[in-house]
C-alpha cells in the first residue's frame, strides 16, 4: 500500500476512535448531570460569593481544625476553582476544587477539557465530600512543610501553594490573598495554643508518612484523553467549552487572569460559551 494511502488510513482509524471516545465521554457526563438533576429536582442552587462563602464556611472551619488548612485558604480556592459554586463540574460532579481521577479512584467520573481534551474529574455524592478530599488532597509529602505554619498564617499558606508547585500562575498567591482580604475570610481562621498545635502536627504527619508509600496511585491523575484527540490550543486560540471560567482557562495556560484579559481586550471576566480568546 502507497504510504499515502496508509497515512490516510491510520488518520481514518485515529478520527473513528475519537470520536468513539468523544460519545463514550458524552454519554459518561449526560448520565452523570441527570442524575444531579434528578436529585436537585431540577433546581440549583445559584450562589454568588458572598451566599457561597455562607453555605461552605462551617466545612473550611471544620477540615481547618482537622488538620491546620486555614479556612479562609480552602474558602478562596473553592471559589476560585468553582466559580463560586456555579461551574458545571461544582453543579453536576459536587467537584469544587477540579480534583481529578487517580487510579485508585472507585467512584464516578465526569469528563472536561481542562490540561488535556476529556481530562478525567472525580464525582462527589455532595459537596462536603469534595471539601474533605481537598484536604486529603494536601496531605502529602510536597505539601507537607506547610502544615507546620499557625493554622490561622493564610499569607504564608498562600506562598507556600505556589513553592510547592500547587498552581502555575505565579500570581496564584495574590489572587488567595486578594480574595481572602476583599471577602474577609480571614475571620474564619482560628488560632491554636502550642500544645494544640504540636499534637496537630503529630497527627497530620503521621497521616502523610503513612501517605508516601502510595502518593503516586493516590495523586498523580490517569491519562484518559481518547486516541489521536486533537489539542485543544490551536495557533493561539482557546475556544471557551461549557464549564469554562475564567480563572480555569488562565490557570491552565499559565497566564494571570489579568494577562489574558489583556491579550483579549477584556474589560470585564465575563466569557461566552463558543467565544475565541488569545491565550498566547
Not at 101 to 106: K, N
Not at 226 to 234: E, N, R, S, T, V
Request: aromatic share 12%; hydrophobic share 35%.
Amino acid at each position: 500500500m502507497h504510504l499515502s494511502y496508509r497515512l490516510s488510513f491510520l488518520f481514518i482509524i485515529l478520527a473513528f476512535a475519537s470520536s468513539c471516545s468523544s460519545r463514550k465521554f458524552s454519554k459518561n457526563n449526560k448520565q452523570i448531570e441527570k442524575a444531579a438533576n434528578k436529585a436537585t429536582n431540577n433546581s440549583y442552587k445559584s450562589y454568588n460569593t458572598l451566599s457561597y462563602i455562607d453555605e461552605f464556611k462551617a466545612v473550611a472551619i471544620e477540615e481547618m481544625n482537622a488538620f491546620g488548612i486555614p479556612a479562609s485558604i480552602t474558602l478562596a480556592q473553592g471559589i476560585l476553582e468553582s466559580g463560586s459554586g456555579n461551574s458545571d463540574l461544582a453543579k453536576y460532579a459536587n467537584n469544587h476544587f477540579g480534583i481529578k481521577c487517580t487510579s485508585d479512584w472507585r467512584g464516578k467520573n465526569y469528563f472536561r477539557d481542562d490540561d488535556q481534551k476529556n481530562d478525567c474529574f472525580r464525582v462527589y455524592k455532595d459537596a462536603r465530600e469534595s471539601f474533605k478530599d481537598h484536604s486529603e488532597f494536601l496531605k502529602r509529602k510536597r505539601y507537607s512543610f506547610l502544615f507546620q505554619l499557625d493554622k490561622n498564617d493564610y499569607r504564608s499558606w498562600a506562598q507556600g501553594l505556589k513553592t510547592a508547585g500547587y498552581a502555575t500562575n505565579p500570581k496564584y498567591p495574590d489572587l488567595l490573598i486578594n480574595m481572602i482580604e476583599k471577602y474577609q475570610l480571614y475571620q474564619y481562621d482560628q488560632s491554636e495554643s502550642e500544645k494544640q498545635k504540636i499534637a496537630r502536627e503529630d497527627r497530620v504527619f503521621s497521616e502523610i508518612n503513612q501517605n508516601i508509600p502510595q502518593e503516586k496511585k493516590k495523586f498523580t491523575p490517569v491519562d484518559t484523553p481518547p486516541p489521536g484527540a486533537k489539542p485543544i490550543l490551536a495557533d493561539g486560540n482557546y475556544t471557551v467549552i461549557k464549564g469554562d471560567t475564567l480563572f480555569n482557562i488562565a490557570k491552565r495556560f499559565n497566564l494571570s487572569i489579568d494577562e489574558l484579559k489583556m491579550l483579549n481586550e477584556m474589560t470585564t471576566d465575563g466569557i461566552k460559551l463558543g467565544q475565541v480568546l488569545k491565550v498566547k
